[in-house]
């Protein structure tokens, strides 16, 4: 029992340890990471049947490297601010939490959300939000 506790204080210790040594960018100080919290938070409400009571939660903000061929390849092909831009004059901070908000039928749905901020030459110009579950 001590040593199973031991074990997982380990674990803890490590994992803060390591999320440490990435931080992202605190929206505190850092003028564009307020600005995806702002934009991919008002992005997940807009998405909601009953954003009015919607509530967010476990807000991060980290910053990403542009998957061109995967996750972000919709929205460097499809999105008109980004179709065309030099891939190298692109930044994305990714912006992840959780939205709690009352369903049709009265329950409340608890759902994981990602949300991409691209910024072109330091200038948000697109997101891109996805649940865990479609809305």
């Known amino acids: 029992m001590v040593a199973a506790a031991l074990i997982a204080g380990g674990a803890a210790a490590a994992a803060l340890a390591t999320a440490t040594l990435r931080p992202g960018p605190s929206p505190d100080t850092d003028p564009a990471a307020q600005l995806a919290q702002q934009r991919c938070t008002s992005e997940v409400l807009t998405r909601l049947v009953n954003a009015g009571n919607a509530t967010i939660s ?20 499809a999105s008109e601010p980004l179709t065309g831009i030099d891939t190298g004059r692109i930044t994305v901070l990714n912006v992840s939490g959780t939205v709690n908000a009352p369903s049709e039928v009265g329950t409340t749905l608890r759902d994981r959300f990602d949300c991409r901020a691209y910024f072109v030459d330091g200038a948000l110009t697109h ?5 865990d579950h479609g809305h």
């Open 58 to 77: 476990d807000l991060r903000t980290q910053t990403a490297a542009l998957d061109a061929e995967g996750r972000d390849f919709s929205s460097l092909s």
């Open 127 to 131: 997101t891109l939000v996805v649940f």
